[in-house]
């Protein structure tokens, strides 16, 4: 598994961790505390969309996150 992300076990879907999270947002000029509400947030919700699916590719639901913030 790659840096630390977290693979679970029915779902396949690759979990990352709150400092690649970080990582990502400060790399798209947020600010890493954004990148920690969107953690918080997708864990409370078990990684599941608002529809109960399973979150496949975080990186594009960050990214939806942050054009939802700019737009």
Known sequence: MSNGAKKQ?????WIPTL???RLYFLIHRFVKEEGEVFFYFHR?????SQFGDRI???KLAAKRWM???EN
């Open 9 to 13: 076990k029915k779902s396949g879907c």
């Open 19 to 21: 400092n690649q999270v």
């Open 44 to 48: 409370s919700t078990y990684w599941s």
């Open 56 to 58: 496949g590719d975080w």
């Open 67 to 69: 054009w939802n913030l």
